[in-house]
């Protein structure tokens, strides 16, 4: 880039299109929501057959192409105005070089090099030192040599202007060689961010998109330091004064560049971490879905089966498993690690509007609290807002809960919303599913170790935190934690390490809390409830192994002090089944009315060491 077309950009046109991609970008987010939100919801609920379903699934594709609008001109408006203030910053520099270049009395020329006058100490022939012109080092192979020999000829003549005048070239060359630089890193950015030609977003342009992204993060890494950065180590309500505090252009781009940070923040709003974790799960689905169909290609699926030959008389006898096809189907397995997890997400957005048995109680809106899928995978899901909701449901659940089998346990708080809202006289209520730590994967060989439960016990308080952080109702929330199993066991942790925000605790099937009593639980006295139903082995392993040896009492014990809550539900994944007291109960205590909870018809034995055997 040479001076003229420096001196020439205006960098707000580049602000004023940032701008306008911006708009773009909240024009496609307003039309995806309507869509998933209203219009889908509004055909689901009143038209059946085979052409509404069709119709529906055209509407749901739709919505995600509205949605890859609405990621990619964000994140051209985020190019742009990384440009612009890159090319702002050259301006500036190019401007004070030539300031101070016209100050000290010397001429810029055109091609940014300077003419220098004659000047200094006459010499032993009375001659003033004569002028001349010199140019900045431009960069290049040579650029420190070169520029180590223009100092050294400067420094040698007795004319101070020389010296002077290629340190005002060596500024001008600088800015030039900042601009060029910026120009040529995001050209070619600029251009990866179009669409293919059809009518359809794929998993193929959506992996685009997760490039795109990193691409642009990438080079706008100096843009983004030079924006108000996220407190290290903050708590949820100094995340949310920082999310206040920027612009609106700076929140697109926090959310465009790191979708990911930004959905992790306790304290934003439910709308912002929902806008941004979706960016990250629609990118890492079409990544991984990509990956997926590549190695399908390439390994094609060998026989399930083959013959089963008798060694000794060497005579055919049946079929037995293939052992390359089992070799196959593990390897396959580990390739879709995740997808289905995420499709069972996206089926939870799909569902917004759906009646429960009666043809009422339609689920609200989702909101994606918390997405990642590294590891097991991280997930947390809200039916309805929790930031305006009068009651807030939080459950935890347990052992062998990753992100592959995230469905059943978004389908209890569903459920668990279905069953509360009709008895909440009106109020809103919002029920979460909070897979935010590492579940023990195996029961016999993790379940046993506390760890899991205290290494998951801060991010947990501090999710709690960030919903009264970012809450926006006129008063308070009403807040239930809900623990199943293990998840019973983080809550116990949480409460024993930090300050559980929650007006009431809800233990299901739990083997043991990390507290021998409900009283050291950070909830009000008398708000500590329990569900045990028969044929739950859980609660009975968690009294072997609390009592043999730590002698302390669990949820389901008399003497640990909650109230036992009537369970009609079998073992231990019933106490969700739709139309049961288990969930009902849950459900009262949920939206405060604990008068309306039934208490268990008898008082749970108190705990001897033989307990375990007796059943």
């Given at each position: 880039?040479?001076?003229?077309t420096?001196?020439?950009?205006?960098?707000?046109?580049?602000?004023?299109?940032?701008?306008g991609?911006?708009?773009?970008?909240?024009?496609?987010g307003?039309?995806?929501d309507?869509?998933?939100?209203?219009?889908?919801?509004?055909?689901?609920?009143?038209?059946?057959?085979e052409?509404?379903?069709?119709?529906?699934?055209?509407?749901?594709?739709?919505?995600?192409?509205?949605?890859?609008?609405q990621?990619?001109?964000?994140?051209?408006?985020?190019?742009?105005?990384?440009?612009?203030?890159?090319?702002?910053?050259?301006?500036?520099?190019l401007?004070?070089?030539?300031d101070?270049?016209?100050?000290?009395?010397?001429?810029?020329n055109?091609?940014?090099?300077?003419?220098?006058?004659?000047?200094?100490?006459?010499?032993?022939?009375?001659?003033?030192?004569?002028?001349?012109?010199?140019s900045?080092?431009?960069?290049?192979?040579?650029?420190?040599?070169?520029?180590?020999?223009?100092?050294?000829?400067?420094?040698?003549?007795?004319?101070?202007?020389?010296?002077?005048?290629?340190?005002y070239?060596?500024?001008?060359?600088?800015?030039?060689?900042?601009?060029?630089?910026?120009?040529?890193?995001?050209?070619?950015k600029?251009?990866?961010?179009?669409?293919?030609?059809?009518?359809?977003?794929?998993?193929?342009?959506?992996?685009?998109?997760?490039?795109?992204?990193s691409?642009?993060?990438?080079?706008?890494?100096?843009?983004?330091?030079?924006?108000?950065?996220?407190?290290?180590?903050?708590?949820?309500?100094?995340n949310a004064?920082?999310?206040?505090?920027?612009?609106?252009e700076?929140?697109?781009?926090w959310?465009?560049?790191?979708?990911?940070?930004?959905?992790?923040?306790?304290?934003?709003?439910?709308?912002?971490?929902?806008?941004?974790?979706?960016?990250?799960?629609?990118?890492?689905?079409?990544?991984?879905q990509?990956?997926?169909?590549?190695?399908?290609?390439?390994?094609?699926?060998?026989p399930?089966?083959?013959?089963?030959?008798?060694l000794?008389?060497?005579?055919?006898?049946?079929?037995?498993?293939?052992?390359?096809?089992?070799?196959?189907?593990?390897e396959?397995?580990?390739?879709?690690?995740?997808?289905?997890?995420?499709?069972?997400?996206?089926?939870?957005?799909?569902?917004?509007?759906t009646?429960?048995?009666?043809?009422?109680?339609?689920?609200?809106?989702?909101?994606?609290?918390?997405?990642?899928?590294?590891?097991?995978?991280?997930?947390i899901?809200?039916?309805?807002?929790?930031?305006?909701?009068?009651?807030?449901?939080?459950?935890?659940?347990?052992?062998?809960?990753?992100?592959?089998?995230?469905?059943?346990?978004?389908?209890?708080?569903?459920?668990?919303?279905?069953?509360?809202?009709?008895?909440?006289d009106?109020?809103?209520?919002?029920?979460?599913?909070?897979l935010?730590?590492?579940?023990?994967?195996?029961?016999?060989?993790?379940?046993?170790?506390?760890?899991?439960?205290?290494?998951?016990?801060?991010?947990?308080?501090?999710?709690?935190?960030?919903?009264?952080?970012?809450?926006?109702?006129?008063?308070?929330?009403?807040?239930?934690?809900?623990?199943?199993?293990?998840?019973?066991?983080?809550?116990?942790?949480?409460?024993?390490?930090?300050?559980?925000?929650?007006?009431?605790?809800?233990?299901?099937?739990?083997?043991?809390?990390?507290?021998?009593?409900?009283d050291?639980?950070?909830?009000?006295?008398?708000?500590?409830w329990?569900?045990?139903?028969?044929?739950?082995?859980?609660?009975?392993?968690?009294?072997?192994?609390?009592?043999?040896?730590?002698?302390?009492?669990?949820?389901?014990?008399?003497?640990?002090?909650?109230?036992?809550?009537?369970t009609?539900?079998?073992?231990?994944?019933?106490?969700?089944?739709?139309?049961?007291?288990s969930?009902?109960?849950?459900?009262?205590?949920?939206?405060?009315?604990?008068?309306?909870?039934?208490?268990?018809?008898?008082?749970?034995?108190?705990?001897?060491?033989?307990?375990?055997?007796?059943?």
């Amino acid at each position: 880039m040479d001076l003229a077309t420096l001196k020439a950009l205006d960098p707000r046109e580049f602000l004023d299109a940032a701008d306008g991609y911006r708009s773009t970008s909240d024009m496609a987010g307003a039309a995806k929501d309507r869509i998933e939100n209203e219009i889908s919801v509004a055909m689901r609920n009143s038209l059946r057959g085979e052409a509404a379903t069709a119709a529906i699934g055209q509407l749901s594709q739709l919505g995600k192409n509205f949605h890859y609008i609405q990621i990619e001109c964000r994140l051209v408006s985020t190019t742009l105005e990384a440009f612009s203030y890159e090319i702002e910053a050259a301006k500036k520099k190019l401007q004070a070089a030539i300031d101070g270049a016209q100050a000290a009395k010397l001429t810029v020329n055109a091609d940014g090099s300077i003419t220098y006058p004659a000047g200094g100490e006459k010499d032993s022939d009375g001659k003033v030192p004569g002028g001349g012109t010199v140019s900045g080092t431009s960069g290049g192979l040579f650029e420190g040599v070169v520029a180590a020999v223009s100092r050294q000829s400067a420094d040698l003549d007795p004319n101070p202007n020389h010296r002077l005048a290629l340190d005002y070239a060596d500024e001008i060359a600088g800015a030039l060689r900042e601009a060029t630089e910026s120009d040529e890193k995001w050209a070619p950015k600029l251009r990866a961010l179009k669409a293919d030609d059809d009518l359809t977003v794929s998993d193929k342009d959506l992996a685009d998109a997760s490039s795109d992204t990193s691409g642009v993060r990438d080079a706008g890494k100096e843009y983004l330091d030079s924006l108000p950065q996220p407190p290290k180590n903050g708590k949820p309500t100094d995340n949310a004064k920082w999310w206040k505090g920027l612009s609106p252009e700076q929140q697109a781009a926090w959310i465009s560049m790191r979708p990911d940070s930004v959905g992790a923040l306790d304290g934003l709003p439910a709308t912002v971490r929902d806008e941004a974790n979706r960016t990250v799960l629609s990118e890492a689905h079409g990544v991984a879905q990509v990956k997926y169909d590549a190695w399908l290609k390439d390994h094609p699926e060998p026989p399930m089966y083959q013959d089963h030959i008798n060694l000794h008389t060497g005579v055919k006898q049946g079929k037995e498993k293939n052992p390359a096809w089992e070799e196959w189907e593990a390897e396959r397995k580990e390739m879709h690690k995740g997808i289905d997890g995420m499709n069972a997400i996206q089926r939870r957005f799909d569902a917004t509007g759906t009646p429960d048995a009666t043809g009422a109680n339609k689920l609200p809106e989702a909101y994606l609290l918390g997405f990642s899928e590294a590891g097991d995978g991280r997930a947390i899901i809200a039916n309805g807002n929790p930031d305006t909701a009068d009651h807030q449901a939080v459950y935890v659940p347990g052992t062998t809960s990753d992100l592959d089998s995230i469905e059943g346990n978004i389908n209890r708080m569903t459920t668990l919303w279905q069953t509360a809202h009709p008895v909440s006289d009106g109020k809103s209520v919002s029920t979460i599913t909070w897979l935010g730590y590492d579940a023990p994967d195996d029961v016999v060989k993790d379940a046993t170790y506390t760890h899991y439960a205290y290494d998951g016990a801060p991010a947990f308080d501090k999710f709690l935190d960030g919903l009264d952080a970012s809450h926006s109702g006129d008063s308070a929330p009403h807040r239930t934690v809900i623990g199943h199993s293990y998840g019973s066991s983080l809550v116990g942790a949480a409460a024993q390490t930090g300050d559980l925000h929650a007006n009431d605790i809800v233990f299901a099937g739990s083997p043991g809390v990390e507290v021998s009593n409900a009283d050291q639980l950070d909830v009000p006295k008398g708000h500590v409830w329990n569900e045990y139903a028969d044929g739950d082995p859980v609660p009975e392993l968690g009294r072997m192994i609390h009592g043999g040896g730590f002698g302390r009492e669990i949820p389901a014990d008399s003497g640990f002090g909650a109230n036992q809550m009537a369970t009609d539900t079998q073992g231990h994944g019933g106490y969700w089944n739709g139309g049961s007291e288990s969930l009902k109960n849950q459900a009262l205590v949920v939206v405060g009315k604990y008068d309306d909870v039934r208490a268990a018809p008898e008082p749970t034995r108190p705990y001897t060491p033989h307990t375990v055997w007796e059943k």
